[in-house]
């Protein structure tokens, strides 16, 4: 019964580099949600995908930032050219059922911009 | 605009004792509620829910109250254990809706002391 698995669960970046943040859901699980924590903040929400679907994105910031959670593997958060304003931990969720219901947590991926 | 608010920064209780954790919202269309519980460098842990068809949910020394007239919901935690020190955030989502996003509060620091 293994929970939701984040890697790496922390990453440095210099700015301009790319960042990739992986999320396994929990078995069973066909729901995912992506949310990041600025410092001193409470969670934000960031995008909602099921399998092969982008459901929801309205919390992602509209450049830089993409997401997928393909057939097959898990699902990729993915910010290109980052810079030290995109510090901050990113936590994966996933549910079994589709919008909304219980949500379970990773333990968060810590992402750190030089 | 914060939809959700946890207006107490911090609460410090004595152990044994009940402690007692606000939550108040503004969006009406909210019908679902979470509590999740946060340590540092982890991700939130999922604690209890209730749905707005409810005013009481119970799960062991955990007890949620949901007041819909005054947009009001409340963590019991009854007796208080110094494990229980910990950041709590509540959280929000409206069913109806095509995503299951939360929308959570900033978070309260219990602090449980022996």
């Known amino acids: 019964n293994a929970g939701v698995m984040q890697n790496p669960r922390h990453l440095v970046r210099r700015r301009g580099q790319e960042a990739r943040l992986r999320c396994s859901p929990m078995?069973?699980?066909?729901?995912v949600y992506w949310y990041r924590q600025l410092p001193e903040e409470g969670l934000k929400f960031m995008v909602y995908l099921q399998k092969e679907n982008i459901i929801d994105e309205s919390g992602m910031p509209k450049e830089r930032f993409s997401a997928e959670f393909p057939k097959e593997g898990p699902s990729i958060l993915r910010i290109q050219q980052v810079v030290r304003g995109d510090s901050a931990a990113y936590f994966c969720?996933?549910?079994?059922?589709?919008?909304?219901?219980?949500?379970?947590f990773g333990a968060g991926t810590r992402l750190s911009v030089l | 605009d914060q939809q959700v608010k946890q207006n107490s920064p911090s609460l410090s209780v004595q152990e044994g004792r009940i402690s007692i954790l606000n939550c108040d919202y503004t969006?009406?269309?909210?019908?679902?509620f979470l509590w999740y519980k946060k340590y540092p460098a982890e991700g939130p842990t999922f604690l209890i829910s209730i749905s707005s068809i409810k005013d009481k949910n119970e799960d062991g020394r955990f007890t949620v109250f949901l007041n819909k007239s005054a947009k009001h919901l409340s963590l019991h935690i009854v007796p208080s254990q110094p494990g229980d020190s910990a950041v709590y955030f509540c959280?929000?989502?409206?069913?109806?809706?095509?995503?299951?996003?939360?929308?959570f509060g900033q978070g309260t620091t219990l602090q449980v002391k022996p």
């Open positions: 969006n009406s269309m909210f019908d679902y």
């Open positions: 959280a929000a989502s409206t069913t109806s809706s095509n995503t299951g996003k939360l929308i």
């Open positions: 969720a996933s549910s079994p059922l589709p919008r909304g219901g219980d949500q379970y």
């Open positions: 078995k069973g699980h066909s729901h």
